[in-house]
């Protein structure tokens, strides 16, 4: 198995990045995908990291650190390679990152629908918490 190189986003990345998304099914109709790139090159833009494998670009996650939380989002691995380890290699690079900020606990939110990523997140020591998630749009996509 080649070794998976963990790198942060370069904007010529953004067309493989969106590319994967949608094979995923992380793509909603109220999240424009650039705009959502856009906004994080403008916010701690060296938490968006990619995936590398042999040259091709085969995962992504995108965290941020609010002060209080650090938050994942949009982890994604090519569906044909899955199971080699590159989402946990990805989510162990973003939790050395948040560390690095001082970051004491990370969250996440998983849609009600994806009941199969749920094993992978407890493979990697995530509990589920006891709260509601709620959110609220400030800008339209
Ligand atoms: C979730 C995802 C990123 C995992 O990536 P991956 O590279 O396949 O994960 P890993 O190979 O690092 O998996 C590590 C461990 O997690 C668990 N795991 C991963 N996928 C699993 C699945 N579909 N079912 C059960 N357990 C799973 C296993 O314990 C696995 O170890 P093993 O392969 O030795 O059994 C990938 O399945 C994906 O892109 N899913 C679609 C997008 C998505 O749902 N993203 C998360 C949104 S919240």
Redesign the pocket.
């Known amino acids: 198995m080649p070794s998976v190189l963990v790198r942060a986003f370069k904007e010529e990345d953004e067309a493989r990045v969106i590319e994967l998304w949608t094979f995923?099914?992380?793509i909603r109709p109220w999240n424009d995908p650039k705009k959502d790139i856009a906004r994080k090159l403008q916010v701690q833009r060296e938490l968006f990291l990619v995936a590398e494998l042999e040259g091709v670009l085969v995962?992504t996650v995108m965290a941020g650190y609010d002060g209080h939380r650090g938050w994942?989002?949009?982890?994604?691995?090519?569906?044909g390679?899955?199971?080699?380890?590159?989402?946990?290699?990805?989510?162990r690079d973003v939790e050395r990152r948040l560390k690095r900020f001082g970051c004491p606990k990370l969250n996440?939110?998983?849609?009600r629908e994806?009941t199969?990523?749920q094993?992978?997140?407890?493979?990697?020591g995530f509990k589920e918490d006891a709260a509601v998630s709620m959110g609220k749009r400030l800008e339209e996509d």
């Open positions: 995923a099914g992380l995962g994942v989002n949009y982890l994604a691995v090519d569906i390679q899955r199971r080699r380890g590159i989402g946990t290699a990805l989510m996440l939110q998983i849609r994806n199969a990523v094993a992978f997140y407890a493979a990697l």
